[in-house]
C-alpha cells in the first residue's frame, strides 16, 4: 500500500499521474483539508502536522509515502528521511529544472506557496538552475480557493495577481493545487508553456520502488481509500472521484 499526502484535494494532480503509471497498485490519498492552508503555516507547525499522517501510514502498513504537496516536500521530506532512513519517501519540489531543460530562455514565473518558494530546498534548487529571467511569487491564499472551488474568487485573484506578468512564457505551478486552475490561468497569461512536478514525482516512485522489489500491486487490483480531515468530507469525496477522472 502507498499512502499520499496533501493539504487537500491538489496531491490528486500528482496521485493521477502515479495511477497511470501503476494502475493496478493500492493506495491511500490523505487530503488534510482540515489543515489547509500549509504554505501560510510555519516550518514547525507544517512538521508536526505531517509527522502525525506518516505516523497513521506507518500504522496502515504502508511501504512508501508520496508528499504530493510542495509545501510539505519543502519543509519535512530531509527531516524524515534522516529520521526514518530506511523508509521510502517520495517528495515533490516546483519543476523549476523543467524550464532549464526545455525552455532556458523563456521568461519564467514559478507559482507557489510562501513556505515553498522561502525554502532552503527550493531556493538551492532556484540557484542551480537560474536563468536569470525568473519572477518568484508567492500566492498566498490560492490554494485556499482552489481547495473551496470557488472559481469566480479564483479568477478574481487572478486577474489581479497575475495582471503584471502578461509577457511570460512559461509558468512553473510550484503547487500541486495549481494544476487543477491551469485553464484560469490561461484565460489572463495567454498561451502560455506550464512546468509541473506530477509526472517527475510518479516515475521516481515507480523507479525507486522497483529498486526496492516492492510488490505494491500484490492484489493485482487497483483500489484507492480517501481519507479527508476537513468539515464537508462527504462533498469533498465527490469532487475527489470526479478529479480522478481520466
Ligand atoms: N498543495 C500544497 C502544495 O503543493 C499547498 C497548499 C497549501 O498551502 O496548503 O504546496
Redesign the pocket.
Known sequence: MIGIL???I??VSVLKEIIRLIPKGQFIYYSDSGN????DKSELEVYKIVKQIVNYFFERGCVAIVLA???ASAICVKKLREEYPDFLFIAIEPAYKMVYDYNYNGKTLVM??KA?LKSEKFLSLYSKYNNNNTILLPCSGL?DLIEQDNDEEIDNYLMIKLKDYKDIDNVVLG???YPLIKDNIRQVLGDVKFFDGSIGVSKELLRQVKLKNFNIEENDKFSIEFIDTGNNSFNKYFRFTDLLKF
Open positions: 496533501d493539504s487537500g491538489g496531491g489547509n492552508p500549509y504554505g504537496c510542495n509545501t507557489g506557496t515553498t490554494a503547487c500541486t493545487h
